[in-house]
Nanobody
Framework: QVQLVESGGGLVQAGGSLRLSCAAS????????MGWFRQAPGKEREFVAA????????YYADSVKGRFTVSRDNAKNTVYLQMASLKPEDTAVYYC???????????????WGQGTQVTVSS
């Protein structure tokens, strides 16, 4: 059973940057496709980015493409989300998720973290 713990959220001004981390334990990290999702107040949870197991291909939502970068360090069992040029509409709780040998970047995740709040002020 994989356990995921996010960190790195906080309050930042528009145009600023943050890096989120998600530390995994209890599984073979390199075998998991890792995803980032977010949920803003009153809205449904949405896909943000994913990095696949194996070759590490990356995928992004159109709304964050060119501003966010997902990466992973298998030796540290950690996935990162580097966020730049942040906008107020990026304000949300950000969740990381793990999908064992997952083939679909946006669905099928079995394990979820507790989330970390990101607030972007205008």
């Amino acid at each position: 059973q994989v356990q995921l713990v996010e960190s790195g959220g906080g309050l930042v001004q528009a145009g600023g940057s943050l890096r989120l981390s998600c530390a995994a334990s209890g599984g073979t990290f390199s075998s998991y496709t890792m995803g980032w999702f977010r949920q803003a107040p009153g809205k449904e949870r949405e896909f943000v980015a994913a990095i696949m197991w194996g070759r590490g291909s990356t995928y992004y939502a159109d709304s964050v493409k060119g501003r966010f970068t997902v990466s992973r360090d298998n030796a540290k069992n950690t996935v990162y989300l580097q966020m730049a040029s942040l906008k107020p509409e990026d304000t949300a709780v950000y969740y990381c998720a793990a999908n064992w040998f997952g083939r679909a970047p946006e669905s099928g995740y079995e394990h979820w973290g507790q989330g970390t709040q990101v607030t972007v002020s205008s």
